[in-house]
């Protein structure tokens, strides 16, 4: 029998669920979300959807962390200086602020 083969289904299952498990999905943490980052020529209404999609994903995301990390991947700029004068507790009052800021 040659090195490196297979030698029977068992081993074969066992070879072919840990050669594609490697490759399936992450599911997104929290942490994750430090990762994300506003872009050069985007707005604030384009980075808070993106941003957005990427908690939806996450399982039970911490709300301080998203806080921190959405105010963190900000840009310099007015909207991101408001927010480091007055913290924001959780997302959705930053969801409420960015709304105001876009329409103004």
């Known amino acids: 029998m040659l090195e490196g083969s297979v030698t029977s289904l068992k081993v074969f299952i066992k070879l072919f669920v840990a050669h594609f498990a490697a490759n ?11 990762e994300v980052k506003q872009s050069k020529g985007e707005s604030v209404k384009q980075y808070l959807c993106r941003f957005n999609e990427v908690v939806v994903h996450i399982p039970q995301p911490n709300e301080g962390i998203c806080v921190e990390a959405f105010i963190r991947g900000l840009r310099s700029g007015a909207f991101g200086e408001s927010l480091a004068k007055r913290r924001s507790e959780d997302m959705a009052t930053i969801n409420l602020r960015a709304t105001s800021y876009i329409k103004v």
Not at 24 to 34: I, N, R, Y
């Open 24 to 34: 399936k999905a992450k599911h997104p943490e929290t942490v994750d979300l430090f």
